[in-house]
T-cell receptor, first 115, second 116 residues
């Protein structure tokens, strides 16, 4: 079974500062993918970044980067230069590689950016 | 490229009724998954369809069902609605190619169901 743990229920960050959202995972699958999604109050789940378990380099997408530490089973999301529009719920999720599109989600972190 | 489209966006039903939600995936994607999101249980996987076949199923009662059509569009149905079925229902679309896991897994805006 897969499990995702997000230990920060809520975070407050000053605008323009960098923020790290924590995510640890547990799985017995040898190959897997890790995702981060942003969910604003409207409800839509917006894809931010993806990291494959065999990817050698940490994934980056604009202001988002994923700090992947495989041995520690952590996949923290780093947002650089935070903006007011970054205020939302953030979910870490994972899936197995083998014919299974099922995502296992963490409980999420509510990020609030303070002007 | 159009995104994942879910309809309706909002709906209100009463206990005992049934509801059908629709999801049109991204063009070329053959896998559609459904999730239920509630404040108490978080995001839970309902089922996944690929090429008109249910490939995976979560731990939900038989009142929750789904299907997929030849054009990859999917519907989910909830019969005999209960108050606890009030939730945001999210649909996700992906290519679904076995053994080729990528980050291509995108969600629609969701259908928010309220059961009175």
């Amino acid at each position: 079974a897969q499990k995702i743990t997000q230990t920060q229920p809520g975070m407050f960050v000053q605008e323009k500062e960098a923020v790290t959202l924590d995510c640890t995972y547990d799985t017995s699958d040898p190959s897997y993918g890790l995702f981060w999604y942003k969910q604003p109050s409207s409800g839509e789940m917006i894809f931010l970044i993806y990291q494959g378990s065999y990817d050698q380099q940490n994934a980056t997408e604009g202001r988002y980067s994923l700090n992947f530490q495989k041995a520690r089973k952590s996949a923290n999301l780093v947002i650089s230069a935070s903006q007011l529009g970054d205020s939302a719920m953030y979910f870490c999720a994972m899936r197995s590689y083998f014919g299974n599109e099922k995502l296992t989600f963490g409980t999420g972190t509510r990020l609030t950016i303070i002007p | 490229k159009a995104g994942v489209t879910q309809t309706p966006r909002y709906l209100i039903k009463t206990r005992g009724q049934q509801v059908t939600l629709s999801c049109s995936p991204i063009s070329g994607h053959r896998s559609v998954s459904w999730y239920q999101q509630t404040p108490g249980q978080g995001l839970q996987f309902l089922f996944e369809y690929f090429s008109e076949t249910q490939r995976n199923k979560g731990n939900f009662p038989g009142r929750f069902s789904g299907r997929q059509f030849s054009n990859s569009r999917s519907e989910m149905n909830v019969s005999t609605l209960e108050l606890g079925d009030s939730a945001l229902y999210l649909c996700a679309s992906s290519p679904g190619r076995t053994g080729q896991a990528t980050g291509e897994l995108f969600f629609g805006e969701g259908s928010r169901l309220t059961v009175l």
